[in-house]
Every structure is written in structure tokens, then in C-alpha cells.
């Protein structure tokens, strides 16, 4: 079977866990016998055609239908929310050889792009909502549009032509990583294939770290205790009021330490925390990261540098980097957002809080690093779930089981 994979763009600068589960799904795709690639515009990108983790990623030109954005715009909505559209898209997709089904990761003009060519190839293609249909915030979609303010969107015309209103209407399959999610586009589209197919996690490699290396490579002192988060820099991960939180966490434990990594899609907030470091004058108590490659072992090093991993998200589809952080032996303490409540079990394998609630986060977090048995029984049950029910082939099987069968059911096929 031939599967071409469409994302929005797809670049190692500005990985995220959609970019996770592509290329992890995909190389076992391929080793399963499947012929599957990436395509996508060249946002950020500096290279058409390259390997990543041993899949082809083929990129070509796009462009933003509006006139008068300003000239920084562009890398804004590249980075995050831009609705493009690609005419090169449209051709590569129309060309490509024997294609049996398209998996769109987007939608908007680009989903709709799938759309119209598995359309007019009579071809099924499948959607995967990561989090940006259903369950996000209105601040968040806010932010999204804000760098089109005051710029004339003459694009709706090519949204209408290739149907990107009804990207999910005309899909064979509905793919949610996140449970809320799922259970929103079922009751909007009660007759359709809807399904849960979480993220995954790579155990095995996540398993064995240098911690102790980290710390010297990065000027961490081996005694500090280490609180960990792993996400875009960006206000949906909402690292600033880990920092705010700080001062308070030191003055019970003056070897706390925080450390933030994470590629970073909003340059103002990344200002914004350096600046919270510096004003709270907890600089020296901060290490902040731009990025680690996914695929490099220095991330994996990070996260057995830690002592906790925190996820404060205020908007969190699922949360891979939990899953990377129960496999690395962490024990896990999070915002009660999203889809983390669907599969973290609260006092079993992890700690939630109320989002953006301080007394009760260090609450917890004091109390789970004053308890080392608790923390250790909480990565231990974390690391079982990671290794019994997320492994990456698994969730890979169940993806190649929809692939079938909507192929097999596909009434336009010829």
C-alpha cells in the first residue's frame, strides 16, 4: 500500500509531537512493507528532500493568500496557525504514483488540498486532529489570527475550491490523539469512524540515559534537584508560570532547579521568561534550552538528569513528553488539561493540579519530592503503562488496521 503523510510543514528546527508521531509511525510503516513519505510545503525548511529517521520528507513552494502581511508575519504563522496554500501541494499529490490513501495531519486550505486530490484520484484519505479543532482554548485561536490583523484575506476563494470546510465531512476516518477531542468529533460526526489512536513512545530508547553527563554538559551542580519540562516554547506550554513558581519552591528547597527545553515558536515569550528569571532573581536556579534534537540522545540524557518532569500546560492535547518521561523512570506531575486526565491516573502513576493554580502545584510538588518512596512507586506504575500500552508498535499496528480497512471499504476506488 502507498501512503503519502501531509502535514501543515515538517522541519527538525521546529519539532513538536505531531513531527513525533509522523516519523515514528511512518518508519514502522515501512518496515511493516508499506510504502509511505512525507510531503508538505517547505515552511522553515532549507532543504526540498531530505531523510529523517530514514523517511523521505519532499517539500515544496507555498504562499499565504493575503495582501499587505508584514514582512516578520510569515515566520509567525510558519511557525504556528498559518493557513497556506500550495498550488505545488496540489500538483505533487496529483502526481504521485500509485497512491492508494492520503493521511492528512492538518486541515484548513492544506487539509483541503488532500481533500480535493484524493477526491479527484477516488482515493480515501484519513484526518488526524493533534489538538487544533476542538480543544483549543479561545485565547490560543486568538493568538493564532493575530499576526493577520490588518492584512486582506483574499484565500477564501481557494478554501471554497478544494473544500476546506469539509475536510472532516469527507474523510474515510477521524483520528484524535487526544480523548476530549475524540469525544467531540464523534458527537459531531455520529456516524462516521471516529477513533482514539493515541501518541506513543519509543521505551526502549528512552530507558538509559547519562543524567550525570547532562548536568555537566549544561553547568547543572550535581546536587540540585531537578524539575523538568520538555515543550515549545510557547504560552500553550506555559513555562513562565513554572518560573513565577520559582522563588516560592526555593524557599523550601534552595537546590531546586529548572530546567526548560523546547524548540521555540514564540520569541516574545521566550523574552518574556528570560526577563521572569531575571526580575525574580532566580536566574542562576534556570537553564533554559532552545531545542534538542528529538531524535539525539541528549534528550534522552535530560530527562535522566531530572529528579520530576512537569507539564503546566494550559491547552494539551495529549502530552507525548509524559510518556517520554514515564519511560526515562520519572515520576510525572502536570496541569489537569486536556487529554492528560484520559490516560494519566491521578495518585497512580502521576500528580495533577488545577492549570495555572500556584499554591496547589507546589503543594504537590513539595510533597511528592519530600516523599522519594512516592516518587519512585509513581515512575515505577508510569514507566509499566508507557512500556505495556504506548509502545510505538502498537499504536503503529492499529494505524496500519485503519489503513485497511478504509481502503478495503472505499467505494470510489477503481
Known amino acids: 500500500m502507498n501512503i503519502v503523510q501531509v502535514p501543515r510543514r515538517f522541519v527538525k528546527s521546529d519539532w513538536g509531537g505531531t513531527e513525533t508521531v509522523i516519523i515514528e509511525t511512518s518508519r514502522r510503516l515501512l518496515g511493516m512493507g508499506y510504502r509511505t513519505e512525507i510531503v508538505c510545503p517547505n515552511a522553515l525548511a532549507d532543504r526540498d528532500v531530505e531523510l529523517i529517521g530514514g523517511v523521505r520528507v519532499s517539500r515544496v513552494s507555498y504562499f499565504y493568500p493575503y495582501w499587505g502581511l508584514r514582512g516578520e508575519v510569515r515566520r509567525q504563522l510558519d511557525q504556528k496557525g498559518g493557513n497556506l496554500f500550495s498550488f505545488a501541494l496540489m500538483k505533487a499529490l496529483k502526481r504521485y504514483p500509485a497512491l492508494d490513501l492520503i493521511h492528512l495531519h492538518t486541515a484548513k486550505r492544506t487539509g483541503g488540498i488532500g481533500r480535493h486530490v484524493a477526491l479527484k484520484r477516488r482515493i480515501p484519505y484519513v484526518v488526524s486532529l493533534h489538538g487544533g479543532v476542538y480543544d483549543v482554548p479561545a485565547e490560543e485561536a ?244 508507557a512500556r505495556r500500552q504506548y509502545g510505538w508498535d502498537r499504536i503503529t499496528g492499529r494505524l496500519s488496521d485503519i489503513y485497511e480497512e478504509v481502503v478495503r471499504e472505499n467505494p470510489l476506488r477503481p
Open 142 to 385: 486568538h493568538a493564532w489570527a493575530a499576526p493577520t490583523d490588518g492584512a486582506f484575506e483574499w484565500g477564501k476563494a481557494l478554501g471554497w475550491w478544494v473544500g476546506s470546510r469539509r475536510v472532516l465531512d469527507d474523510a474515510a476516518a477521524i483520528l484524535c490523539v487526544g480523548q476530549q477531542e475524540c469525544l467531540q468529533a464523534q458527537r459531531r460526526f455520529p456516524q462516521k469512524r471516529v477513533l482514539h489512536l493515541p501518541n506513543g513512545v519509543d521505551a526502549e530508547r528512552f530507558a538509559r540515559g547519562d543524567g550525570p553527563g547532562f548536568r555537566r554538559r549544561r553547568g547543572i551542580p550535581p546536587q540540585a534537584r531537578v524539575v523538568l519540562t520538555v515543550g515549545r516554547i510557547d504560552p500553550q506550554k506555559n513555562q513562565l508560570f513554572a518560573v513565577r513558581a520559582l522563588p516560592e519552591l526555593l524557599a523550601h528547597d534552595p537546590d531546586a532547579h529548572l530546567v526548560l527545553i523546547g524548540h521555540v515558536t514564540n520569541d516574545a515569550y521566550y523574552n518574556q521568561i528570560a526577563r521572569a528569571a531575571q526580575d525574580e532573581g532566580v536566574e542562576r536556579h534556570v537553564t533554559i534550552i532552545r531545542g534538542i534534537d528529538a531524535a539525539s540522545q541528549e534528550l534522552v540524557d535530560a530527562y535522566h538528569a531530572a529528579d520530576v518532569f512537569l507539564l503546566p500546560s494550559v491547552h494539551e492535547p495529549f502530552g507525548i513528553v509524559i510518556l517520554e518521561a514515564w519511560a526515562a523512570g520519572l515520576p510525572v506531575i502536570a496541569s489537569r488539561v486536556g487529554g492528560i486526565p484520559s490516560f494519566v491516573s491521578e495518585g497512580r502513576d502521576g500528580v495533577l493540579f488545577r492549570p495555572n493554580d500556584e499554591g496547589e502545584f507546589l503543594r504537590a510538588l513539595r510533597g511528592l519530592m519530600e516523599n522519594r518512596e512516592r516518587m519512585r512507586a509513581l515512575a515505577d506504575a508510569g514507566r509499566e503503562k
